[in-house]
């Protein structure tokens, strides 16, 4: 089968797999190497120098791109939401990385973070930094989209159900297109809202897939005491490490439709593990001034 897959010993009724994409890369982890294949391969044939992104603090979007950039010879240009990031003395984990990789920083205010997909957003970008290859927040586009769907080959025809984290869309609408028609994708959003079904509607070409939308904890970043003791424990007992803003909520959220009956008998189940580890480094700061438990 495609890729490192271990079976998770469950007690149901069900087969529980776990695709480790994220060990494609020590770096550009899971997703983000796929999102970023064909881009990087478009913006060498385009001739640009320069790769153009934005992201928040701890996003794993901006390390990858960073480290991306630093890989394969681009100068890369961080748009970063919050403003206020630029005077705290302390930058995130993740920030302090890509600063590090060479990635140049602008922070934006949150309010203006939300023109970021606007031509003349984009256009004063463009008089400030020059020519550059945009790649979108989070890394979705048409280009990204190929990447993931990458991740499914012929031999996964033997799941019955595939399960990924839903950030951008990107993602899933790549494992959809590559899906088989006997085949069901599930995918479990890391954020609240509905619009992520227009978004992925842009780009899948199958209707076999739905959202499953309980699973956010709250929204975006949003974690509780016990999603965290979840992760660890499944660490623990898999030698699987979870992140807690799409990973482990998808597979709390598995293990929970499990639990009540969602999937049919002897249902073949494959979960991918899309990366985002190294976002847990930032998470265990904020969960420890909170005084919670931290992610093992």
């Known amino acids: 089968m495609n890729g490192l897959t271990d079976k998770i010993k469950i007690e149901a009724e069900n087969q529980l797999f776990v695709r480790k994409d994220y060990m494609n890369h020590a770096f550009i982890s899971g997703n983000k190497l796929r999102k970023l294949k064909y881009n990087l391969e478009a913006a060498e044939l385009q001739n640009k120098s320069q790769l153009l992104t934005f992201g928040g603090a701890h996003s794993n979007h901006i390390s990858a791109v960073a480290f991306a950039g630093k890989e394969y010879g681009f100068k890369t240009i961080?748009?970063?939401?919050?403003?206020?990031?630029?005077?705290?003395?302390?930058?995130?984990?993740?920030?302090?990385?890509?600063?590090?990789?060479?990635?140049?920083?602008?922070?934006?205010?949150?309010?203006?973070?939300?023109?970021?997909?606007?031509?003349?957003?984009?256009?004063?970008?463009?008089?400030?930094?020059?020519?550059?290859?945009?790649?979108?927040?989070?890394?979705?586009?048409?280009?990204?989209?190929?990447?993931?769907?990458?991740?499914?080959?012929?031999?996964?025809?033997?799941?019955?159900?595939?399960?990924?984290?839903?950030g951008t869309g990107g993602t899933i609408s790549g494992i959809i297109n590559s899906s088989f028609p006997n085949q069901k994708i599930l995918g479990f959003p890391a954020l609240k809202g509905d619009f992520l079904q227009d978004e992925i509607s842009k780009f899948a070409n199958?209707?076999?897939?739905?959202?499953?939308?309980?699973?956010?904890?709250?929204?975006?970043?949003?974690?509780?005491?016990?999603?965290?003791?979840?992760?660890?424990?499944?660490?623990?007992?898999?030698?699987?490490?979870?992140?807690?803003?799409?990973?482990?909520?998808?597979?709390?959220?598995?293990?929970?439709?499990?639990?009540?009956?969602?999937?049919?008998?002897?249902?073949?189940?494959?979960?991918i593990h899309t990366g985002g580890l190294q976002g847990i480094e930032g998470m265990n700061l904020v969960l420890k001034k909170k005084g919670l438990p931290l992610i093992k």
């Not at 309980?214 to 030698?239: P, R, T």
């Not at 699987?240 to 959220?253: A, N, Q």
């Open 206 to 271: 199958q209707p076999n897939w739905e959202l499953i939308t309980n699973y956010h904890f709250g929204g975006y970043a949003k974690i509780s005491a016990e999603l965290i003791a979840f992760i660890n424990q499944f660490k623990a007992k898999n030698n699987i490490p979870l992140d807690p803003i799409y990973t482990g909520k998808m597979m709390f959220g598995i293990y929970d439709l499990i639990a009540n009956g969602f999937f049919p008998k002897q249902a073949k189940i494959l979960a």
């Open 78 to 166: 961080g748009v970063i939401r919050g403003d206020e990031l630029a005077y705290q003395k302390y930058k995130s984990p993740t920030l302090l990385f890509s600063q590090k990789c060479g990635m140049q920083f602008k922070f934006v205010s949150r309010d203006m973070y939300r023109n970021k997909t606007q031509p003349y957003f984009i256009e004063n970008l463009k008089q400030e930094f020059n020519d550059f290859y945009l790649l979108p927040e989070g890394g979705t586009n048409t280009l990204a989209v190929k990447g993931c769907e990458e991740l499914l080959t012929e031999e996964d025809a033997f799941y019955d159900y595939i399960c990924c984290s839903v």
